[in-house]
């Protein structure tokens, strides 16, 4: 089936050769970090996780995101998810290799990678986190790649699959719970060390997840002539939406909590956080538009007028993408950092060559999927032909 991916429109041809020239780029920037160090990053001492890591949480929970249909079909018999989710499992695809070629490029040299694989620490959350994602990679190729063959075929998938899919569902949640205890699991950084980072994590995954994939298939069905069904797409805008409810009211919990219990460390990082400190206000007026951002999409999607309109519902989606992707990204990293344990101000802007390495990892991960889906039209519609 893989050679069906070499076939496609003209459309198809130049968004390939677009992600082809972006992935380009960031093995560019990244042979120059490989030859410079990680210094070429805007990372220091004080601030030692940056950019890549940042894109590590947010697409972890895009990987684990699969989860939001593969349960409802397969647990209960939600038929009107059927037709989606091979679509799915084929995005957790994609968001998994792009999760560990961050990891990768954030290690500097590609021998530590073979270190953590060889000299594993038991005691280490992120060799355990490298774990679950193999695992789960490896759980939605087989079963991603079986279901699509059985449609080509036009049999019901074999037995022996079922176990698998089914072991996904509570993998997917591991995967989310180990990325945040990446970040709680460090009782310096008062910022993180919260007992809801894992459910906060799993409420972003949720909503950023399904918005992306309602996305994927209002294009889908406007260049691909697939359609994912209207019940389909309505169910999900309506997951995003308590999804996002939720992920707005455990940052409202984590505020109350702060501002109420008057902790001055605790505070000084969510003023940072929302207002700056010391004249660093970057990320502060990053999180202005994610809030703007969410609330907007909140507005769209619990709204039945709008909602139901696919127009506001794709803007919906972009606004809950971005405004998760500011929130569980720089915005969380980087305020669990500033101010320090000892109270200083350190600032961290990510450099060119950053930006362009987690680019190119962004655009081989859009590459993968563009592949997959190609593949999954070309069956489905051979299908559909016999």
């Keep these: 089936m893989l050679e069906k991916a070499l076939t496609g429109s003209r459309r198809y041809g130049i968004w390939v050769a677009i992600l082809l020239a972006l992935f380009g780029m960031g093995v560019y920037f990244y042979l120059r970090q490989l030859e410079y160090g990680l210094g070429l990053t805007g990372m220091s001492r004080d601030v030692s996780w940056g950019l890549y890591t940042t894109q590590f949480t947010f697409i972890d929970g895009i990987a684990a995101s699969a989860v939001m249909l593969i349960l409802p079909y397969y647990l209960h018999d939600y038929k009107a998810f059927g037709r989606i989710t091979i679509l799915g499992m084929f995005l957790a695809i994609g968001a998994v290799i792009m999760c560990m070629t961050f990891v990768f490029v954030n290690l500097g040299q590609p021998s530590r990678v073979l270190y953590v694989m060889f000299y594993p620490s038991l005691t280490s959350v992120l060799f355990w986190d490298m774990v679950v994602l193999s695992v789960y990679l490896v759980l939605n190729i087989v079963t991603g ?63 950023s997840g399904p918005a992306l994939l309602i996305l994927f298939c209002l294009v889908l069905k ?155 039209l070309s069956v489905r519609e051979a299908a559909e032909l016999d």
Aim: aromatic share 14%; charged share 10%; glycine share 6%.
């Design 222 to 376: 406007r260049f691909g002539g697939f359609d994912a069904g209207r019940e389909a797409i309505q169910t999900m805008a309506k997951i995003v939406t308590y999804a996002l409810i939720t992920s707005i009211f455990f940052v409202l919990v984590e505020l109350w909590t702060v501002f109420y219990s008057q902790v001055p460390d605790d505070m000084e990082h969510y003023r940072f956080l929302f207002a700056g400190l010391e004249g660093y206000d970057t990320i502060a007026h990053w999180m202005t538009v994610a809030v703007i951002s969410a609330a907007a999409a909140l507005l769209l999607l619990i709204n039945p007028k709008t909602r139901k309109k696919e127009s506001f519902l794709a803007v919906a989606c972009v606004l809950v993408f971005l405004s998760l992707w500011i929130e569980k990204g720089l915005g969380l990293l980087v305020t669990g950092f500033v101010p320090s344990p000892l109270g200083h101000i350190t600032r961290y802007t990510p450099t060119g060559p950053e930006v362009a390495i987690a680019i190119g990892v962004w655009a081989m991960g859009f590459l993968i999927i563009t592949v997959l889906y190609k593949i999954f």
């Design 145 to 207: 790649w079986t279901v699509l063959s059985s449609v080509k075929e036009g049999v019901p998938p074999p037995v022996w699959v079922k176990p698998l899919i089914y072991l996904s569902i509570p993998w997917a949640i591991i995967i989310q719970t180990m990325a945040a205890f990446i970040y709680a699991g460090m009782p310096g950084r008062s910022f993180w060390l919260t007992a809801i980072m894992a459910p906060r994590f799993l409420a972003t995954a949720f909503a």
